[in-house]
C-alpha cells in the first residue's frame, strides 16, 4: 500500500512540476501605441527598436545577471479602448537564444489597429495579464510606449491608479512628435509637454520613469537603456535624459 502511494505521488510530481521552475526575474508587458498618429514608417522603426534592443548584449547581460537569469515578456497594442490585442503572449528569455525567437515573432506581427488613443485600455491589458501570467517573481512592470495623450476609454489615471494598488510598476517611454499637423497638435504636445504628461497620468509605482525620445531612428537605443533599467530593477530618477 505504502509503495502504491509513493508511486502515486512521484506520478504527480512528474506531471505538474513545481511552480518553482516557473519563476522569474521580472514579469514584463510591453504595451505599445499603435493610434492614427503613429503612421506605418514609424510603427516599423518601433518594431525594429524592440527586436534590436531585445537582441542586444547589454539587455542579454542584464537578464542573465538577475537571481533567476531569465523574465517574462508579453507584447500588447492599443489603438481606441475596443482596439486592444495581445500580439505575443508570454515568452520567457534567457540567453541570446530565446531573445531572437522573441524578436523574430514581434517582427513579424502585422500591425493591428489604426484608431484613436486608449492608453488606460493598454494598462488594464496589461494588468490582466500579469495577474493571470502564473509566473512567481517580485517584479511586476507594464511598459507604456506612446507618442500621444489618453483620448479615448476611462481616465488614464484611474488605470493608473489600479495597477498600482495591484502592486505593478508602470514605466513610459515618450515619443516626441516634434512636428506634428495641425490636427494632432493637442493630442502629442500638450500643455507642459508629453514626458510630463506621462508622468503626472500614466506612470507609477515603486521606481518608476519617464524616458523620452525625439526620433524614432534612437528608438531601439532608448529601449535598450530602459530594458536595462527594468531589468536590472536600479533605483532611477522619475525622468532620464533624452536621447540625442
Known sequence: MRLAVWLFAACIALAFPAHAADSVDLTLVLVTDVSRSIDDAEFKLEKEGYAAAFTSRQVIDAIQGGNVGAIAVSYVEFASSFEVRTVLDWSVIRDQASAQAFADKLAAAPRSFWGRTAISAGIDRGVQLLAESGFETQRRVID???????????????????????????????????????????????PGGLPNYYRENVTGGPSSFVLEVHDFHTFGEAMTRKLVTEIASRTVRRRLAAAP
Not at 479615448?152 to 502592486?167: H, I, L, M, Q, Y
Not at 515618450?174 to 512636428?179: C, F, G, K, Y
Request: a negative charge.
Open 144 to 190: 507604456v510606449c506612446g507618442d500621444g495623450t489618453n483620448n479615448a476609454g476611462r481616465d488614464v489615471t484611474e488605470a493608473r491608479d489600479d495597477a498600482v494598488k495591484a502592486g505593478i510598476t508602470i514605466n513610459g517611454l515618450a515619443i516626441i512628435n516634434d512636428h506634428p499637423v495641425s490636427w494632432t497638435y493637442a493630442h502629442v504636445q500638450p
